[in-house]
């Protein structure tokens, strides 16, 4: 059971119901996000019906469901969540644009790449300062001088910053400097971590993992989203399958399911999906028009010296058809997205 | 070694060539399309050398190529092709729609499916009569007599029609009706097949088996080519992955791929790679945007008594947007498909 | 439904069965096996109860059966089933090899490998003369002369051949030389290629498709015994997955599932499936431990000179470990896979 | 460059070696496991060929290394580790037993669990205290209440215990009362944790990431040996494919390839491979024939009421013939296994 608060509800008012829930021997999770708190109900709903949720001060729907993701499930028509990070915002309605360079190298090496991003239209910067690499003698990201620099980039330019926090322990660190948390494929069923973020409140960053299954993608959001926080956005950015010819394969179709699954956001990264440069733009295309939310876009200004994933960074020459995307597609697409949540309903 | 022959070669000038490289111990494979003939050479190129193939009469250039695949290779940038199809044509610069029923089932109902097809915007006809079940106690087709369906709604609706066909020794009876063949996707690596539809000469949609790579659809399409026929489009209908929220998983990323890797057309499946009817416009639209040179869509009048894939087919009403996405959408992709062809090469 | 006819039934009462089965509206499929009888009943089982088909003569018990695929299920306990292939048995109790080049490249090749296969304690001779292979410039086998070839060294060494049959037309011309036909991982959806090798009575060796799911594997088997053949051995030969350590993944579980879904006696390719020369041992050992009914292996007097897949072949210094492997672990396993049989049902 | 210590080296002849390799310019990595202890240099391998290094007190061989995980690779023919974990070991040459509960539950239900293990033959207990679930709703376990569970279970039976950390913010606790670390396929690429599990010098029990290729898995070891603790165990739980029979298909194939690549030693979980019980007892033999130095299985005193994965777990009457499996498989496979060995060098 999902309780529905309205927007005007107070925090006391939230405080009743989970009371209300605990005293009649069920649990209660809060969880927060941009103009929206749902509480998630355990336990026996036909224990609860004499408590009548509905008519308590600030409550504005009950939900029965059966989804085995609760928080984030679209059920019952919810409308789709917008996720605000520090003036920029990912949900329905229009495409936003995320880019920056895989890893964070050096201050000159961000600037310049957020200075990029910013001619293509981003709206906020990407940047690893915690790189996950499959060796232990790769390159592993500049830790907190990378935050720093990502930070003093933010300060320059004024893109809020999403970037990748690898372990619990770090997630007050990287939410002191970072305006949203990313959790990377490796992570995807690192349920610490998730139940960290979650704890943190900043807006939440979640790829899926590079096996997972959508319900096990729903699956881990809903632990962040149990620990208290709503602000996800979802990130498709490919699966395993036999194809070696890209490095994962972009599961396009996700998109559409996991917009008619649960109400939270959902972008694409093409360029980690495909781990070529030639790709990028024609996933973005499809991306736009398939209704995604936004891209996640590596850009380098020079790919060739990266210390990471430098053969699928844009360089300079791409921005402006990255642009005229953007803007040209995902007007269409607007009126398109649209329509898909009505029909879906 | 491939030759290209010039558009204004003779017969003969092919048979002086192909005599030459005979003569020098090599093999020669003529392989003919709309407007295009291409012979692939195999020996040692360096034997051929003193032969001065490209001073032949009716040659336009010789390629040495280290693909695996020749014939269909797009290597030395050759202009990517067109197939012709009884007055519809598939390949860059349009979006062609094929649509129709899963499987031909009686006049009547092929003959609605056809008339919602041109309602679309189809300009061929789709529609099984020999289909390839898992189950041997499922509906198997109506074999020749679905044939002699399809011809009269092509008499009575002008489109042309591709069905599919399942065994060589059926390709002779097939092509006798069709204006195109498909080999289907259990039928990818049937070499014996695609021998015989290679030799027919009539043109082919050589869907992707849902286990290939890349690398072996086009090494099946080579079949094809060497076998003499040209005329082939490929078709991306999704890949079998761990996923089970879609039937298979369209790897949309292939579209881009193959347009680098080949000169032939590719278009897209997105019924049968989703399996599901609220993904195929999404999927149409990525298709569309991603630069597909086509999409090919099961429509069924009444999809709940389909012998067939029912639950994939779009409906009366789901025929203006998908008309809507052709139009509105192929226009402003034909324009990137030209700069991905030329930024590609 | 499916109806056992019992050992001593004669010809005629299998066709008063399927006379009075049709009468009643039902369709009948014969199947035959080495000692084993069934027919399989479609169409409305109440409608057929006043037939009191059980009491026919030669019908030993009637299995009301929801398996989908019906002939080929041990639903109901049925004895797992014994293959004969000109002397050569495969089924349970002991443990089958089958070995031999991959394929047949000259006379003297394939009788040194057969000589080597019978020092290996190998009881049949594999061998292919029609090679499916990715690409149309490799090696195609050697045809009708590759089937001389094997019949020789049959005479040569009486060893029975089973080879690989590729296309529907070409099953009464292999037929014609071979004791037991192979129908390859490419063509096991190939369901014309099904049917015909149903239709030839001949014994079949049924690889399992690199992408099938056990389920459309005995699906596939089903096809088969519809057409009237019930001497079929399943053959797991590995599956299409994100490793590329080797050439495909052996699904060593199959071997068990398959042994208690179906009656057919199923055997293991360790050669194809890992597609390394150092794994074939290893694997053997797997599968005899396993409870596999054989193992179908590549042994070649010279791998370096092979036209086809030499890596993986087994040479000389092998024999004498293999032929260890198979007695004596073959001795302890014959006990657990009795008790497996027993313990499953 | 990998430095072997010699078994008689001290603990200073480590530290001059050490000492040199900064001195010129390198790092060093030092890793120690039960009796071996060795040096990863990384740097220009020529820049240290004047230090001599082989010449060092207690150096016993230099290896230079192309592979790119260095510490855990077999290359130059080293012997295959044995692991020590109080008392009990795993390593060529037998086959150890793991057995235990899936997840602690309770002191009766882990002390009867613990019991059926050792009538099996085990010489270590298994349980979980913390389980990564799907579902943030399912059983988490009994956090460190099950670790006191565990404890005192060892103390009763004289088990050691082998259990799951899942983040590294745990890895103290757990190892003060754990005798070996697992790490489970959902953290097979939590970097953090496998560097805090390389630290605190526990024995580990690596599993295979569902989706991880064999090279990613064993740089995923690499991350802990770099870390300093070479006391790893492999584990082989099935990898992610397309087939739904199995809830994972055991790669049964990667045991051999990674006891060639690898000195560590490898062991097989064919309760969580294929996660039915029907399918544990015929895995467990294709594992000990193949060579796998251990097993770990789930028994459970009454599945039907287990927390977790109760379907897979074995039962009081599978215990007689799972000793006899290890005891007579494994008395034959010890020759195998060395002969393997010995062919693969």
Redesign the interface.
């Known amino acids: 059971m999902v309780i529905v608060m309205s927007a005007a509800a107070a925090g006391s008012d939230v405080g009743t119901a989970v009371a209300l829930i605990e005293k009649a021997g069920g649990q209660a999770f809060v969880s927060r996000g941009a103009g929206r708190t749902l509480v998630c109900v ?1 336990g026996d709903p036909d224990g609860f019906s004499a408590l009548n949720l509905s008519a308590l001060p600030g409550v504005d729907t009950v939900i029965r469901t059966s989804a ?2 609760k928080l984030v499930s679209r059920e019952n028509c919810l409308a789709r969540s917008t996720v605000q990070v520090a003036g920029a915002s990912i949900g329905p309605g229009h495409v936003t644009l995320v880019a920056g360079p895989c890893a964070v190298e050096s201050y000159d090496q961000t600037l310049r790449a957020a200075e990029m991003a910013a001619v293509a239209g981003a709206t906020m910067l990407r940047g690893g300062a915690y790189k ?6 790769a390159f592993q990201g500049l830790g907190e001088a990378g935050l720093r620099i990502l930070a003093d980039v933010r300060e320059a330019t004024g893109l809020p910053i999403v970037t990748e926090v ?5 997630v007050g660190l990287v939410s002191s400097y970072a305006d949203m948390l990313q959790v990377g494929t ?2 995807a ?5 998730l139940r960290a973020v979650g704890e943190a409140g900043t807006p939440v960053m979640l790829k899926r993992g ?2 997972a ?4 993608w729903l ?1 881990a959001a ?2 962040i989203a ?2 208290g926080n709503l602000d996800i956005v979802l990130c498709e950015r490919g ?8 490095r994962n ?9 996991v917009q ?1 699954l649960s109400h939270l956001p959902v972008i694409v990264d093409p360029s980690h ?2 781990g070529r440069r ?2 990028v ?3 973005t ?7 995604a939310d936004g891209v996640i876009i590596d850009v380098h200004p020079d790919p060739a010296t990266a210390l990471c994933d430098g053969p699928q960074a844009l360089i300079e020459g791409d921005l402006l ?1 990255l642009a005229d ?1 953007l803007t ?2 995902g007007r ?2 607007a009126r ?1 997205a649209d ?2 949540g009505a029909s ?1 309903y």
């Open positions: 355990v085995a993701y996950p690499r499959t060796s232990p003698y690898v372990d619990a322990a770090d490796r992570n069923q690192n349920f610490a971590l590079m096996s299954t959508i319900d096990e699956m809903e632990y149990q620990h699966i395993r399958t036999f194809e070696t010819a890209t394969t972009l599961d396009i179709s996700a998109v559409t399911i008619q999906s495909g030639d790709l733009l024609p996933l295309r499809a991306a736009v028009a398939i209704g058809e995307i040209r597609w269409i697409t398109h329509y898909a879906a």
